[in-house]
T-cell receptor, first 110, second 113 residues
């Protein structure tokens, strides 16, 4: 079982819909990253958070450390949001490398 | 200005060849990484260097050898390429011990034929 689990694996939405992608992790982490991988392949860091909530434009990321859960929300979704969204946890302790979820393929239809 | 750049973007080569992928970052980060993304889009750490020193070496074949001539560069050399090495390889950098966002290169799609 992967230490970082994402759901759903695939998500199709209509333009304008509110979207939520979930990430849960089974190990203690010091920070959680949300990444976006475009169809062209490039990976962009969206957020890094260790508590609470962060907002950037139409994107909101939240994390609940006690429940070991994070969510990525997209408001007023648009076809250009179509991408793979990946969450990655940075474990606490000495093994300081990111552990990745398997990604969520989001398709937003016009 | 590209923060993390890796070359080439595409690499097609025959089995048994030796190839290198180069990575450079201009962010002043101390830590650089190589990741492999398989056909299911799953990313997995291969190597991590901190200030030119290897700190993580996951279980990868010893045909893969990273080289860090300075802290801004982390190149990946692969000997005796095999069909199963076909994947997308990403270079990334971050502040030390992950204390900050990671920045990724655009990826190198390696196809071994």
């Amino acid at each position: 079982k992967n230490e970082v689990e994402q759901s759903p694996q695939n998500l199709t939405a209509q333009e304008g819909e509110f979207i939520t992608i979930n990430c849960s992790y089974s190990v203690g982490i010091s920070a959680l990253h949300w990444l976006q991988q475009h169809p062209g392949g490039g990976i962009v860091s969206l957020f890094m958070l260790s508590s609470g909530k962060k907002k950037h434009g139409r994107l909101i990321a939240t994390i609940n450390i006690q429940e070991k859960h994070s969510s990525l929300h997209i408001t007023a979704s648009h076809p250009r949001d179509s991408a793979v969204y990946i969450c990655a946890g940075l474990p606490s302790g000495s093994a300081r490398q990111l552990t990745f979820g398997s990604g969520t393929q989001l398709t937003v239809l016009p | 200005d590209t923060a993390v750049s890796q070359t080439p973007k595409y690499l097609v080569t025959q089995m048994g060849n030796d190839k290198s992928i180069k990575c450079e970052q201009n962010l002043g980060h101390d830590t650089m990484y190589w990741y492999k993304q398989d056909s299911k889009k799953f990313l997995k750490i291969m190597f991590s260097y901190n200030n030119k020193e290897l700190i993580i070496n996951e279980t990868v074949p010893n045909r893969f050898s990273p080289k860090s001539p300075d802290k801004a560069h982390l190149n990946l050399h692969i000997n005796s390429l095999e069909l199963g090495d076909s994947a997308v390889y990403f270079c990334a950098s971050s502040p030390p011990q992950g204390r900050g966002e990671a920045f990724f290169g655009q990826g190198t799609r390696l196809t071994v034929v």
